[in-house]
């Protein structure tokens, strides 16, 4: 059962703390998406990559947030200071492009920033 | 561009009853489009999805959806609501084939079934 696996499931931190979130693709998958998800907000693309090449990070705050794919079986996604408004679900999906376009979601990592 | 609206934030049914939720689309392009389910704590599980072949489209858990262009909808049903259906339910929009790879979500359904 191919699943996107994702880590940490939970962190909490102080402000000024760098965070790394991780992400395994699905074996074959060459797309790789990063997503937050707030009550307010909803879900908000941040970035995605195409054999590992960025695609569009517009989403992504650029001053404080980088996303990176060091090679196919792994993606991260970095806050560096991080700030109590980053407290969010941060998702990463992954899909084989050429196909539909259908995205695998990972279980997400809960980030809680005091 | 594309954008995605859902009718409701909250839909409440009782359990056996008609489950409705509401989607309608906007894209400048033949659109792909999908539903998916968020339980508690967890990531998002795909329904179903529309991809330009048959406009009724059936899902998993018994759920299906018709894609209606001159209503730019997409609608999800399901005939009789069972408790573990309790959850957020998004719909998203992406064009079809080509390079668009992005998903465009709606804001999410919570869908509350009743005993």
């Not at chain 1, 899909?95 to 809960?110: C, I, L």
Request: glycine share 8%.
């Amino acid at each position: 059962d191919a699943r996107v696996t994702q880590t940490p499931r939970h962190k909490v931190t102080e402000m000024g703390q760098e965070v790394t979130m991780r992400c395994q693709p699905i074996l074959g998958h060459n797309t790789v998406f990063w997503y937050r998800q707030t009550m307010m907000q909803g879900l908000e693309l941040l970035a995605y990559f195409r054999n590992r090449a960025p695609l569009d990070d517009s989403g992504m705050p650029k001053d404080r947030f980088s996303a990176e794919m060091p090679d196919a079986t792994l993606a991260t996604l970095k806050i560096q200071p991080s700030e109590p408004r980053d407290s969010a679900v941060y998702f990463c999906a992954t899909s084989m492009a050429g196909g539909t376009e259908t995205q695998y979601f990972g279980p997400g990592t809960r980030l809680l920033v005091l | 561009a594309q954008s995605v609206t859902q009718l409701g934030s909250h839909v409440s049914v009782s359990e056996g009853a008609l489950v409705l939720l509401r989607c309608n689309y906007s894209s400048s392009v033949p659109p792909y489009l999908f539903w998916y389910v968020q339980y508690p704590n967890q990531g998002l599980q795909l329904l179903l999805k529309y991809t330009s072949a048959a406009t009724l489209v059936k899902g998993i858990n018994g759920f299906e959806a018709e894609f209606k262009k001159s209503e730019t909808s997409f609608h999800l049903t399901k005939p009789s609501a069972h408790m573990s259906d309790a959850a957020e339910y998004f719909c998203a929009v992406s064009g079809s084939g080509g390079s668009n790879y992005k998903l465009t979500f709606g804001k999410g359904t919570l869908l509350t079934v009743n005993p």
